[in-house]
């Protein structure tokens, strides 16, 4: 049924939606700036748009623009109904003067009992007053004051992100029978294999203005903040995505309207998993929201390791993986040059999936004195899977995809006679790192099925059993990771350099190494390269609005200081580096893992300048009625912390509201 918005008098409006119901929106009767209400329908303007003859309506969406700006009166409706409804007010303003329009929206079975307008500015003072009282009770009370203004606008833009998205691709693919059929090509065209796909929902989107659609690797990302405000919100996107009406019967996560068939890292089974322990804190551990979502993700899992490790070595590919420009090429499409793709972060990303399925399993087989079976054998699954691919990494082929001269990873062209490495120091060969857990000998003594097990694995396969560290001192537990030791403390190394990755706000996505070395191959004739490239994209790959070329991105940053704290967990003291930045005496893994944060939360930090991430707009520096404002970008110049990007993007960059809590809670 379509819904309507109408006129009931000069100062009301009446919606009506079948699902919705009814909703009332008004404005005080003694508003003398109100000129007139205007209404159209909510459909494209086909003549302008699409140069049709016609308009399947009188009235088209560009309407309000027409009427006001040029001065057409025939294009608004005058039976002051329709689909699409706008409130003229007229005022003429002094510099820097103000005014204030109130309105109120209510539904129907929520109809004020008396006047509307009665006692506004207190509901308004009350709200803003609960705000307040609700932050208390999330946030540390350490925070300064613009701290605290950061974590709550925050907060804030992650919440403003939700968006209802209607998208059927059954009736995307027919077209729209008003405006005639779409070409033939449409169906064997992006999307045709997802006609499953009914996407009606209420969506976190990376940025309602500028990318308002949902992107399955960002979402997850948005949900570890979110959990803190809304657990119920981020249980349900997680969820939401791997029922049938989103998953593909096959077991693939859609990536993004414009093509769900492109393959985002897996990073669900992490998310999932934070957001359980996020609420578990609390003493509230949802164990059918963590059941439900395991029970799915094994089909994701195994449509991973169907179609990505092409020769069932747990070597495996995925395309771009979200990086974007990354790479020497388009790393989705066909190798230039020829050859195979064996990719050093999709071999990581599984493994790190691995990680989080076992530990999600282990969690799920013990439930208080009971333990469940079935979930300790599919622990043991993950984790012999796990050490599986920590082998290939390390061992196929002779090396796997580490470099032995270079210490670091690096992905692979597999050509007739040769391996041709793709030697860019990047975030590719970083990713390796997250790929880590640890097995607390707490954890075996509450499940005899997967201990029992374990040990057989450490007794019988020790070709493999070499990548299952046992802590030699303080409390049992037991280290699983792709990085060995002695090849972990090579990528430290770069990791923590400030010629290589470690900038002033945190990892660059490619070592400041190729600014005077971009690394180059001769392909077909032609040279490509990778240089550093610390700011805004300067190709087009991808649309050139993005760049993993040298800036930093907070969903990387984020794993990255995890997968060190795990480490510190397993090693404490035992690992040390050179302090970050510095010629020092060494430091922790934890300590280094807190100079990233610390370094991340400075581009939000005020300082003399102002924010780094505003960059020189002296009007967030200096205009008191801007100053305050935060604005959380998609990615950041690694070299001068200015903002990149999506400008109205709250998206994963409010992981940033989980380090300043974290920092003042150490106060």
Known sequence: MKPTIRKVDDHHLLLDQESLGKFHLVWEEDSSQFQEALFTENVTNDRRILGTKTNRSRYVKDAFH???VNGEDDVVNPDEKG????????????????QKVRLRLFSEDETPNRPPFHKFDQIIKTCACEGEAFYDGILSPNLTQDERNVVVQSYAGLLCSKQFYHYVVEDW?????????????????????WQHLYSRDIISMPDKWE???????????HMVPMAKVDPGFAKNQLSVFLREWYMHPNGQLPAYEFHLDDVNPPVHAWAARRVYEIEKESDKPDRNFLTSVFQKLLLNFTWWVNRKDDEGNNIFSGGFLGLDNISLFDRSSDVPMGGRLQQADGTAWMGFYCSNMMQMALELARDGDRHAIAYEDMASKFFEHFVQIVDAINTHGGTGLWDEIDGFYYDQVLLDHEVLPIKSRS????????????????QLDKLPGFRKRFEWFLKHRKDLARYIIHSRTGKKRWLISAVPFQRLQRILIRLLDPNEFLSPFGIRSLSKHHEQHPFSVDVKGHQQSVPFVPGESTTL?????????????????????ESLRTYHKFYGSMLEVRAPGSEQAGVTLDVAATDIVKRLTKLFRT??????AHGSDVQFKDDPAWKDLVLFYEYFHSETGRGLGASHQTGWTALVALYFDELANSR
Do not use: C, M
């Not at 990318?211 to 990302?221: I, N, V």
């Open 427 to 442: 975030l590719v060969g970083l990713l390796p790192l997250i790929a880590v857990t640890v097995i607390d000998e707490d």
């Open 173 to 193: 693919l027919q077209g729209d029978p008003a405006i005639g059929k779409p070409p033939p090509e449409r169906r064997q065209g992006r999307n045709k294999n």
């Open 83 to 98: 689909t699409k409804a706008g409130l003229h007010f007229k005022f003429i303003l002094a510099p820097g003067e103000s």
């Open 541 to 561: 790959s991808f649309g050139g609005n993005s760049n993993w070329r040298g800036p930093i991105w907070f969903p990387v940053n984020h794993l990255l200081v």
């Open 66 to 68: 027409r009427h006001i």
């Open 607 to 612: 300082g003399p300048a102002g924010r780094p």
């Open 211 to 221: 990318y308002p659609w949902f992107a399955a690797w960002d979402l997850a990302f």
